[in-house]
């Protein structure tokens, strides 16, 4: 029912700044909780931000406060996440989600493909 890709992903030195864009397609598209999480090699996904649909109200995880925003445009089906002063630790593969629960269990139904985001030290 929605298809989700992800764009923006690269190579950044640390303190650099990227900003990934999710385009979702599909009926309700507009009307669906948004979500970013990522994923490092060997290590299980976790949660990064999410939007609500209905005020646009956002939660993060506590290590990007301050560094990363989600936002949305409705009109263009399309999710953001803009990340500044990048951290090694923030390199993981990022994926765009949909149809979910602001607070875990989060339980996202659709799923992007993923983007890597490789932060240098």
């Known amino acids: 029912q929605v298809r989700l890709v992800e764009s923006g992903g690269g190579l950044v030195q640390a303190g650099g700044s990227l900003r990934l864009s999710c385009a979702a397609s599909?009926?309700?598209?507009?009307?669906?909780?948004m979500g970013w999480f990522r994923q490092a090699p060997g290590k299980e996904r976790e949660f990064v931000a999410v939007?609500?649909?209905?005020?646009?109200?956002?939660i993060y995880t506590d290590p990007v406060k301050g560094r990363f925003t989600i936002s949305r445009d409705n009109a263009k089906n399309t999710v953001y996440l803009q990340m500044n002063s990048l951290k090694p630790e923030d390199t993981a593969v990022y994926y765009c989600?949909?149809?979910?629960?602001?607070?875990?269990?989060?339980?996202?139904?659709?799923w992007g493909q993923g983007t890597q985001v490789t932060v240098s030290s």
């Open positions: 599909g009926r309700t598209s507009s009307s669906l909780n």
């Open positions: 939007i609500d649909w209905i005020a646009y109200s956002t």
């Open positions: 989600a949909a149809d979910g629960r602001l607070t875990r269990p989060y339980n996202f139904n659709y």
